[in-house]
C-alpha cells in the first residue's frame, strides 16, 4: 500500500513564555511572490541579488511573504498586535488569523486591545467582519502620528489612495474607544511604544517585558529576513518614506544586534521569532530555538 501525499504542512501557531506572560504569534497566513525586485533591493542589480539569495539558500526570482500577528496575554489583559487580512484576504491562503487563534485557544471575543502598528492592509482589514467588528470587545491602541498622517492624506504617496480608502472605512470608525500613542507611552504594563517611523509615517514597535526578559516587536521594520534585513540600505517598494525606513531599519538592526534583545517581526519566517546578529559587514537573521523555553 502507498501512502498518500498529503502536501505541504507547517506550524500555524506558537507560544512562549516571557517572565509571567505568554507570547502567541499566529500565522495569518502566506503570500507567495514572484519576483524579488521589486519589491525589494530595487537599487541592487540583478547578479548582487543572485548572490545573496545564493549565500541565503533562497530563491532570487520569488519568496514567500507570511504575516504574523501576535498575542500578549499579561495575565490581566490579552493584547493583539495587528489583524492581518480578515476576510479581504485570499481564500485558504490568507485572512486565517480568528481561525487559527481558536488553535492556540482564544476566541475573538478574549481580546481586551488590539493595537496597531500602523495602517498598511495587511495590519487592518482583519479589523471588522461584515458590518461588526471582529474583536467585538476590544478598546483600539494607535501611533497618534500614524492616525493623523493617514486623516489628512497630505504625505502619503500616491500609491497608496487605495490603502488610505481603507484606513478611513476602517480605522476612523473606531477612534472614540482608541488610545493614541506617543513613543514612549505604556500600552499595558510591561509594553512601551516606541518610535519607528518610515516603513509608514507613524509605523511604531513595541517593547514587551516582564520577569527580567524582553522581547521587541518590530513589526515591518524590515520586511523580509534577507531581502531586507541583511541589505538595510536597499529601498524597498512598501516603504512609504524610504530614507526615513533605511535610517530606522540601520537603528533597529544595530539596537537589536548590540545589545541582544529577541525580535518578533511581523513578516519573518514562522514563527518570527529571532535574533539579529552582525555579519560581513551587515546583518543577519538568527531563528529562535528553544531559547525562550529554558
Known amino acids: 500500500m502507498t501512502a498518500p501525499m498529503l502536501g505541504d504542512r507547517f506550524a500555524t501557531t506558537h507560544r512562549f513564555g516571557l517572565g509571567a506572560f505568554e507570547v502567541t504569534a499566529v500565522l495569518d497566513g502566506n503570500v507567495p511572490r514572484d519576483a524579488v525586485k521589486p519589491p525589494f533591493c530595487l537599487d541592487l542589480d540583478d547578479a548582487d541579488i543572485r548572490a545573496l539569495a545564493e549565500a541565503s539558500h533562497v530563491p532570487a526570482d520569488r519568496f514567500e511573504h507570511p504575516c504574523v500577528p501576535t498575542l500578549v496575554n499579561t495575565g490581566t489583559e490579552l ?15 490568507t485572512g486565517l488569523l480568528r481561525d487559527r487563534m481558536a488553535e492556540a485557544g482564544y476566541a475573538p471575543e478574549d481580546v481586551d ?11 487592518i482589514l482583519g479589523v471588522r467582519i461584515g458590518d461588526a467588528p471582529a474583536f467585538p470587545n476590544a478598546r483600539y491602541a494607535i501611533s497618534q502620528v500614524e492616525f493623523d498622517a493617514w486623516t489628512s492624506g497630505d504625505t502619503l504617496p500616491a500609491s497608496r489612495a487605495e490603502n488610505r480608502r481603507m484606513f478611513l472605512d476602517l480605522i476612523v470608525p473606531l477612534a472614540d474607544r482608541m488610545t493614541f500613542l506617543a513613543p514612549g507611552d505604556s500600552v ?7 518610535e519607528a517611523y518610515g516603513h509608514s509615517p507613524g509605523h511604531m514597535m513595541f517593547m514587551i517585558e516582564d520577569g527580567g526578559k524582553q522581547v521587541l516587536l518590530w513589526g515591518d521594520v524590515t520586511n523580509h529576513y534577507v531581502f531586507s534585513l541583511r541589505v538595510p540600505e536597499a529601498r524597498v517598494v512598501f516603504d512609504d518614506d524610504p530614507d526615513k525606513a533605511i535610517a530606522t531599519r540601520k537603528r533597529v538592526l544595530d539596537m537589536v544586534a548590540t545589545d541582544r534583545i529577541p525580535v518578533i517581526g511581523h513578516h519573518m519566517p514562522f514563527p518570527a521569532l529571532g535574533y539579529v546578529d552582525r555579519h560581513a559587514g551587515s546583518y543577519r537573521w538568527e531563528a529562535a530555538s528553544y531559547q525562550m523555553r529554558l
Open 188 to 194: 499595558a504594563p510591561g509594553i512601551t511604544a516606541m
Open 113 to 123: 486591545l488590539v493595537v496597531f502598528t500602523h495602517v498598511h492592509p495587511d495590519h
Open 79 to 93: 493584547v493583539l498586535f495587528d489583524v492581518g487580512f480578515g476576510e479581504r484576504g485570499q481564500p485558504g491562503r
